[in-house]
């Protein structure tokens, strides 16, 4: 239970001082990105993420002192209250206007469906662990195939496109390590291919119109596509050593709308070029390293399913987001994980690093 | 070893994206370093028009007028002592307004920054002609909305307002862009979503004087659908006029249907203060007013005690409940005794012997005070709720609220206290907790013009071309006999000379209706009235309602006789 001196050996300082490296960086730029709004300091987005970041530094040293058996012991009832809190926003959002994907408590947007994919981690790694052996069975899919479908749903009705899509690969990598015929899991693709366009036909005008403006940007020079040219104008502009922090003309003229949430990359390609855009891609394949690590040092099967669905988690968040700022993938509202602006990221961001530290801690631990 | 099999898939999408930044950062360096230095996209919005709204007889009512502002971009400014003429001889602007409009142009040196709003069309006109040949300067246009009736029928539209930059947050998604206006209030709020145009636009590049050279995209914009209310404007107008500077309410009705021919909340303000600009101090003047509240809709937003109005439920429910008879009379001395507590009648000297119609006639207390003990707080809860009180009607607009039908566990929940009998006796006579809305009332009136059935009051017959579905009313399962004997008391109430609501009568049309005097804790009585008419095949119903206007049987009554006699006038009646 408590914590004793070989677990702290084997504390991951690395991998915790390159996420805390990545989020001064993200700190930086969501200054640089908002200052153009003449906020005082007691106002700003940074404070803001700072106080973020301190809730989420009491969640961190919970996540850390318990061991993670104990989350996976509680993974159903976790899994069950996130999915409640889905539909409690999805009625909200209902009542409202239009589109709600959080509410807030105490002045702070909270956004379950961040959180879900931490909750999805952990349902699964307690189903697939638990049935240790035999996932080879179809029988065995079921109900991993249900706890996915459940928040897929209810995230893709909020609607938000990108979260519910990110649930799948998390899915599939953790039934893949978990054991689970190769055969069988082809198939659910080609059968979640086949069933796509009923999926289209799910989404609402703005997102259809969003995939399609990433086949052709034309398609809505105002919307999406608008903000795709002029990210792309304030990337390619950075070169290779950028403009300087405070210096990217593209940021600080207001071109990129959401350059301090979604697309604060486009700030960070702009100040800070190609030069300060690889060492920040490093660093997250530094954390992918450490976390696939983690998951092969660790004899305990629940301990791998959950430190490789991080690992998929975090790297997917990456590569997605950067991707939407350059044009190479559909604009679909991921965050950049540490980096953007937004405290149910963020926390749940925190957590994640936190369960992959606490599998690392106790690996041999049985 | 099967997480290679993830590794390799990632590692994959890794090298994409680091190839990708390479080709965008370092291959096409110098393009998108001249895009980025000369900013030379530009997005020339074209907003899609809010929907225009008509009354029943297709009069428009709300449109979106074109308005012109002047624009200035500083970077694209050529000739400034140039400009600064044009301004000046044009819009007579002052040397010093001019030093201004420059400065505050300058703070955002590439985006074009509204230095004169809603200019008269000549004066636009003859700027965008100058502006061929001054650069720096443009006319932008934009839909304005324009509330052509100014104050009247003002809560039925509510009001619009820019929205702010919190609320783009979760409104982007559905197309709101900074500026944009939204309903804040009524109808605008209401149907905003069928109301608000999809807003278009062209994408252009331009050279470096800010001239056009090509155009990237467009989209076309959309209008927003059309509202047809069930309103009639000239009714509207009489409604509003005859509630003159009361404050509170006057709803007309077709009892048939819950069509909505009229409503009136007043003090009123001009929602075209909201689109206009520089009206800032006359927005904070509406918007802070507590004491007139203009700004709230007394017809469904506030909840008062109805006072005698309520007899309508008392008298219906001992009638259902077979508690009386049409010849049961109870003996009015001028007060009740309940133990030691006398309850009084309004008459002192007393009504002598009263059966149900004239207990409503004369609105009777000490003969509600006996049905109402007969009945039980139980059974007025029942008939309370029964009637619509306790929840909104689910009209149309916005804010509507519920008010309350109180009871035992009501009172246990929100008084913490048992229910005294009493209570019973004030509940009989429409005092103590209960507390409704205008609107409420108004319905509990059509009951009785439209034998026994709760309707759904609607202020919108259709939007764009989609006639709306009528909700079905609601049959309450009333006998006729009760009925009849109700609607004889209201009857009464209006055409006999002692009646309460004598003010009301009409020649020609018969008019029936029930007057209410509400005391409250605030001042002065709230006064009631509410009727319907022509009596035997009953047309219009009406409620009006004066916060501490005294006596139902005074004003109330004679500003429904105006609105009958309109309704007359205009062939309703």
Redo the contacts between chains.
């Keep these: 239970m408590m914590i004793d001196r070989r677990m702290y050996k084997d504390f991951d300082v690395m991998l915790a001082t390159m996420a805390l490296v990545i989020f001064i960086l993200g700190l930086l730029t969501i200054w640089s990105s908002t200052q153009a709004k003449g906020l005082p300091f007691a106002q700003s987005y940074v404070l803001k993420q700072l106080m973020w970041f301190g809730v989420g530094m009491i969640f961190f040293i919970i996540v850390i002192k318990v061991s993670y058996h104990k989350f996976l012991d509680m993974a159903y009832i976790i899994y069950a209250v996130n999915v409640l809190l889905l539909v409690f926003v999805l009625i909200m959002g209902h009542a409202?206007?239009?589109?709600?994907r959080w509410f807030s408590i105490a002045g702070f947007a909270f956004q379950p469906s961040e959180f879900m994919k931490i909750s999805l981690i952990l349902a699964l790694s307690a189903y697939v662990g638990q049935k240790k052996g035999s996932m080879e069975s179809l029988e065995n899919l079921i109900v991993p195939t249900a706890l996915l479908v459940i928040p897929f749903v209810l995230v893709l009705l909020q609607p938000d496109l990108g979260t519910a899509l990110l649930l799948v690969p998390i899915f599939f990598?953790i039934l893949?390590?978990g054991?689970a015929k190769l055969k069988y899991l082809t198939r659910m693709i080609l059968l979640g291919i086949a069933f796509m366009p009923v999926f289209w036909h799910l989404l609402?005008g703005?997102q259809k119109q969003r995939l399609m403006v990433f086949i052709n940007p034309?398609v809505?020079?105002?919307g999406a596509?608008?903000t795709i040219?002029?990210s792309?104008?304030?990337?390619?502009?950075?070169?290779?050593i950028g403009k300087g922090w405070l210096n990217g003309?593209?940021n600080q003229?207001?071109?990129i709308?959401e350059r301090h949430t979604d697309f604060i990359f486009s700030v960070i390609?702009e100040e800070w070029?190609?030069l300060g855009?690889?060492v920040l891609?490093l660093l997250y394949?530094l954390i992918?390293y450490r976390a696939?690590d983690i998951?092969?040092l660790t004899s305990d099967r629940y301990g791998k399913c959950m430190a490789?669905g991080i690992?998929?988690l975090l790297?997917?968040q990456?590569?997605i987001n950067?991707?939407m700022t350059?044009?190479?993938m559909p604009v679909v509202g991921i965050p950049l994980p540490l980096v953007s602006y937004g405290g149910s990221s963020l926390l749940a961001t925190i957590i994640a690093i936190g369960l992959l530290l606490n599998i690392g801690m106790r690996r041999s631990t049985f | 070893m099967?997480?290679r099999?993830?590794?390799i898939a990632?590692s994959i999408?890794?090298a994409?994206?680091?190839t990708?930044?390479?080709y965008?950062?370092?291959l096409?360096?110098s393009?998108?370093?001249k895009?980025?230095?000369n900013?030379s996209?530009r997005?020339l919005?074209i907003g899609g028009s809010r929907g225009t709204i008509y009354d029943r007889n297709e009069k428009p009512l709300v449109t979106s007028r074109l308005s012109f502002d002047a624009v200035i971009s500083y970077q694209e400014i050529g000739d400034r002592r140039r400009l600064a003429e044009l301004l000046s001889n044009v819009l007579g602007m002052t040397g010093e307004q001019i030093m201004n409009a420059f400065e505050k142009a300058g703070r955002?040196p590439?985006?074009g920054v509204i230095i004169a709003e809603d200019i008269p069309k000549d004066k636009a006109l003859a700027l965008e002609e100058a502006s061929f040949d001054t650069s720096g300067l443009d006319i932008e246009t934009k839909a304005k909305r324009n509330y052509i009736y100014k104050h009247f029928g003002c809560h039925i539209f509510g009001y619009l307002s820019e929205v702010t930059e919190a609320e783009l947050d979760?409104?982007?998604?559905?197309?709101y862009r900074m500026h944009d206006m939204i309903g804040r209030s009524g109808l605008e709020k209401y149907y905003?979503?069928s109301l608000k145009g999809v807003?278009?636009?062209?994408?252009i590049e331009v050279d470096n004087r800010g001239h056009q050279t090509r155009v990237?995209?467009?989209?076309e914009p959309e209008s927003g659908q059309d509202l047809y209310l069930t309103i009639d404007i000239r009714l509207q107008i009489v409604s509003d006029k005859l509630l003159g500077d009361h404050k509170g309410a006057v709803v007309v009705m077709d009892p048939r249907n819950g069509e909505i021919l009229a409503l009136s909340s007043h003090p009123t303000f001009d929602p075209n203060i909201f689109v206009e600009h520089n009206t800032s101090s006359q927005r904070m003047e509406l918007l802070t007013d507590n004491k007139g509240r203009p700004m709230s809709n007394k017809a469904i937003s506030s909840t008062y005690p109805p006072g005698s109005v309520f007899k309508i439920v008392t008298a219906s429910a001992a009638l259902e409940e077979k508690k009386i008879t049409h010849n049961t009379r109870f003996f009015c001395s001028g007060v009740y005794k309940l133990g030691s507590a006398g309850f009084h009648c309004w008459k002192d000297s007393g009504h002598g012997a009263q059966n149900v119609v004239e207990g409503l006639m004369n609105s009777c207390n000490v003969f509600f005070y006996n049905i109402g003990r007969a009945l039980g707080v139980d059974r007025l809860e029942t008939f309370t709720k029964l009637f619509g009180y306790g929840k909104p009607t689910d009209i149309d607009l916005t804010d509507e609220v519920g008010g309350t039908a109180p009871g035992k566990d009501w009172k246990v929940a929100h008084k913490k206290g048992i229910w005294y009998e009493g209570e019973t006796l004030n509940y009989a006579i429409g005092q103590g907790y209960l507390s409704v809305t205008p609107i409420q009332v108004l319905r509990m009136t059509a009951v009785m013009a439209n034998n026994g059935n709760l309707v759904h009051p609607h202020v919108v017959k259709k939007i764009g071309s989609n006639e709306l579905q009528n909700q079905k009313p609601k049959d309450l399962g009333l006998r006729d006999d009760t009925l009849r004997e109700v609607r004889t008391g209201m009857f009464e109430a209006v055409n006999n000379d002692s009646g309460t609501a004598k003010r009301t009568k009409l020649s020609g049309t018969i008019v029936a209706g029930k007057t209410g005097t509400a005391q409250n804790p605030h001042g002065r009585t709230h006064a009631w009235f509410c009727g319907f008419a022509p009596f035997s095949d009953p047309k219009i119903c009406v409620v009006v309602f004066l916060e501490h206007g005294g006596k139902g049987g005074v004003e109330p009554a004679a500003i429904a006789r105006g609105i009958f006699e309109e309704a007359k006038n205009l062939g309703y009646i």
């Excluded at chain 1, 792309?232 to 290779?240: E, F, P, T, V």
């Excluded at chain 2, 979760?170 to 197309?175: R, W």
């Design positions: 409202r206007l239009g589109a709600q990598a893949l390590v054991g609402r703005y034309n809505d020079p105002l596509g608008y040219i002029q792309k104008i304030a990337i390619g502009s950075g070169g290779l003309t593209q003229l207001n071109f709308p390609g070029g190609f855009a690889i891609v394949l992918i696939f998951g092969n490789t690992a998929v790297s997917l990456v590569v950067i991707g350059i044009g190479l | 099967r997480d099999i993830l590794i990632l999408l890794f994409l994206i680091v990708g930044l390479f965008n950062q370092i096409r360096y393009y998108y370093s895009m980025s230095r900013n996209i997005v919005p955002r590439f985006a979760s409104l982007k998604d559905d197309g905003e979503g807003d278009g636009g062209t994408q990237l995209g467009m989209k």
